[in-house]
């Protein structure tokens, strides 16, 4: 992979030292060095150089990493002490994936060049066979969360707790932490569906058992903990466990040890753990039907899976992929525009895997070797008509809401407030009503609101970091 990295240097600040010291040091080390506005930027790395932090400075970093689609670092050159810990998360939440102070005394290039060639590394890897023959899609908000899987399985053995809808891709991601981990076994990849274990059979199911250990039990058998040994365990919906099932997993998680149902002999097995679940964990803690204990030896790195309608990008990609898969022939049929522009107008409560059993009914009904149509859709996958008015309805659902609204409305124009600072207001109510419903939890918050985790958190940073009318 080529070494390429771009320097943007906000508009306050002028060619430093600093930038020249930057650029030779990176040279030496075989980085390619281009300013902003290179043709090669968007398949470079980033360094955003800062002298200080300021609301305007904050909104030309997030305007910077809005149009990258890869890592960049903010630094900071104003060669004073470090500034306090919540200015260096406003750069995070602007765009910044990490964040430095440059000081004289410190060898900040070398720190910078460190970081760069991980971000290299971990690229190769998203990219290579091993990655990309079980996933799909080049979306940011999937792109992220990829690096991250990526970075976690090859650089550390911390148990990986993937959260997320159901059909978003968690078994994919599990099995991209097992390829690229160096360590495991590549043939020992066990799957456990926790959600159809049998209460009666789950500890044979992990364990194994005995010959003659319980009625029926005619032969011994290995569990999933025997058979995983040197490599990978997922175990999937791990948030459907019953209490008395996570207590003996805790251990044998611990210890990395268990014993057989029905001996008394116990067997080691060392593997790395990857963990899934469609629940709030946390909540489940809170509510007692999630061993806390258990939560945290799980949960040794956390990555936030996105639902499809957040990936929009790679909706059709997938489409796409789907296709070649079900469609073997060369080329593979071709979606037109009227059903490229249905499939992404579709909201995919069902995630990926509605959009294959959706892409598996259209092939079906799918005739001749010309562009697949609109015509291949079922009526069951026709658009709903009329659904602005839905939307609309389901606003103002009755008189007395609307009457409501109606009456904020007109109060906020008679003490002379623009349509922007309405909307705002509006705006800010209802995040702010549904963080609180959502107990300040921002996943559900988004979700209710129908926007990414990522968009509110840059909004709340920047209502934050941005002074309204009249304040100081």
């Not at 970093?61 to 900071?76: K, N, S, Y």
């Not at 990309?132 to 053995?157: H, Q, T």
């Not at 390829?179 to 066990?190: H, K, M, P, Q, S």
């Not at 469609?327 to 069902?350: F, I, S, V, W």
Request: hydrophobic share 40%.
């Amino acid at each position: 992979m080529q070494k390429l990295v771009t320097i943007h240097r906000y508009e306050a600040v002028k060619p430093s030292r600093q930038e020249e010291a930057l650029r030779r040091g990176l040279n030496a080390t075989g980085w390619s060095v281009a300013t902003s506005g290179a043709s090669d930027e968007s398949a470079s790395f980033g360094i955003a150089l800062l002298e200080r932090v300021s609301p305007e400075s904050l909104l030309w970093l997030r305007e910077t990493a809005c149009r990258r689609p890869r890592p960049m670092i903010a630094v900071v050159c104003s060669g004073s002490a470090p500034e306090p810990a919540e200015i260096y998360f406003s750069l995070l939440r602007a765009g910044a994936s990490d964040v430095l102070c440059w000081r004289e005394e410190d060898p900040v290039v070398d720190w910078i060049e460190k970081r760069l060639q991980r971000w290299a590394t971990i690229d190769a890897l998203v990219e290579s066979p091993s990655v990309r023959k079980w996933i799909v899609g080049r979306s940011p908000a999937w792109m992220d969360v990829l690096r991250r899987v990526v970075e976690v399985g090859c650089f550390s053995s911390v148990p990986v707790l993937l959260l997320g809808e159901s059909g978003t891709g968690k078994e994919l991601l599990a099995r991209a932490v097992h390829e690229v981990n160096a360590n495991c076994n590549a043939e020992r990849f066990v799957i456990v569906d926790c959600a159809s274990i049998s209460p009666e059979l789950s500890g044979s199911e992990f364990f194994g058992h005995e010959r003659g250990a319980f009625t029926g039990a005619a032969t011994s058998r290995d569990g999933a903990f025997a058979l995983v040994d040197g490599g990978t365990l997922f175990l999937d919906e791990v948030g459907e466990l019953p209490l008395p099932l996570q207590a003996q997993l805790l251990r044998a998680i611990q210890e990395q040890r268990f014993k057989r149902v029905g001996s008394n002999l116990w067997q080691s097995s060392k593997f790395r753990l990857v963990c899934a679940t469609n629940r709030d964990l946390q909540h489940e803690v809170e509510q007692g039907r999630f061993r806390r204990d258990l939560y945290y030896r799980i949960a040794g790195a956390v990555c936030s899976v996105p639902a499809l309608r957040e990936r929009k990008d790679d909706i059709l990609p997938i489409a796409e992929h789907f296709l070649r898969e079900l469609c073997p022939t060369d080329p593979p049929p071709q979606l037109d525009a009227p059903l490229r522009e249905h499939l992404m107008l579709l909201t995919y409560r069902g995630n990926v895997r509605e959009l294959r059993q959706l892409i598996t009914r259209i092939s079906q009904r799918h005739i001749g070797c010309g562009p697949i149509t609109v015509g291949a859709l079922s009526r069951d996958d026709w658009p709903v008509e009329d659904t602005m008015q839905e939307s609309t309805d389901s606003i103002r659902s009755t008189p007395e809401q609307a009457g409501s609204f109606d009456a904020c409305v007109r109060q906020a124009l008679k003490s002379g407030a623009s349509l922007k600072e309405i909307g705002q207001a509006a705006t800010d109510a209802a995040i702010r009503i549904a963080l609180a419903e959502a107990r300040g939890n921002l996943h559900r918050a988004a979700e209710r609101l129908r926007v990414t985790d990522r968009a509110l958190q840059m909004r709340r940073a920047r209502d934050r970091q941005v002074p309204r009318n009249g304040e100081h």
